[in-house]
């Protein structure tokens, strides 16, 4: 009802998929896309078994009560695994595509441990004719993204899923006060550059409810941006964030002024 057609999950999500699978029951396969995720071994062991990628896509097939997987990615690909999970695994991907059980190649980003997103410029830079769909964070705070993956995203026709658009701090006006004063206290904006209390707080105004919205307009703004995931169990919450997206873009002054405040910045935020 909210035009939304698109469903991120991954095994590893409780029984994300399953539940997915018994809600999608009974709806057109052709009207929505699944996208789900294999965590390759996170060690990067090159020892490990190929065809374990080939089992968790038949579960994750079972799990969804379905035929074929839209997107199957990579999860959490770090630079140093890429040549790896490339050589090793790929190829095994491919079989799949071949039979019809996966449609799309892509990959995920572990951000928490590598806020550059390395694994997306090493993909990009590498093996762009590979990707179909890659998964990254691009936000508010986190628009490191912009300088260089997101342009190559769009040379190369490869499709962007938005993720943790708004998370972590901005939901948290305490957790965003904090992470403002940390970031003047160590010079990475200047002192007089936001105000201490409510740093973002000028954001809102005219049709923008709230900072979530603002920062769901922003997420959604840049042209390499295919889609923005927002993750919710609450109805009212995914009936705001989706109508903060259909509305107009943020008045492009304050784009740019974010841009300016944050653009350089590369942290966990």
Not at 46 to 57: K, S
Not at 180 to 199: E, F, Y
Request: hydrophobic letters at 40%.
């Amino acid at each position: 009802d909210l035009g939304i057609n698109l469903f991120d999950t991954h095994e590893t999500y409780g029984d994300s998929e399953a539940i997915l699978g018994r809600a999608l029951d009974g709806v057109p396969r052709d009207e929505y896309i699944l996208v789900t995720k294999w965590a390759y071994p996170r060690d990067g062991d090159p020892t490990g078994d190929p065809e374990e990628l080939t089992r968790a896509v038949e579960r994750s097939l079972r799990r969804l009560n379905t035929d074929h997987i839209d997107v199957m990615m990579f999860h959490g690909l770090l630079a140093e695994h890429h040549d790896m999970v490339v050589e090793r695994y790929v190829p095994v991907l491919e079989r799949l595509r071949e039979r019809g059980l996966v449609g799309h190649r892509g990959f995920s980003l572990r951000y928490i441990v590598d806020p550059a997103q390395c694994g997306a410029t090493a993909g990009l830079r590498k093996t762009p004719d590979l990707w179909d769909v890659i998964m990254l964070k691009y936000g508010i705070l986190n628009q490191h993204a912009a300088k260089e993956m997101l342009p190559l995203a769009i040379q190369h026709n490869i499709g962007i899923l938005n993720m943790a658009a708004v998370r972590i701090k901005l939901p948290s006006p305490k957790l965003l006060e904090e992470t403002i004063a940390d970031w003047k206290s160590r010079g990475l904006i200047h002192q007089d550059a936001l105000p201490d209390k409510d740093p973002l707080g000028w954001l809102v105004r005219d049709d923008v409810e709230s900072i979530i919205a603002a920062a769901y307009k922003f997420a959604a703004d840049h042209p390499a941006i295919s889609s923005v995931i927002t993750g919710t169990s609450n109805l009212a919450h995914l009936e705001s964030n989706v109508h903060a997206m259909r509305n107009p873009a943020l008045d492009p002054a304050d784009s740019a002024r974010l841009k300016r405040l944050f653009g350089h910045i590369v942290e966990y935020a």
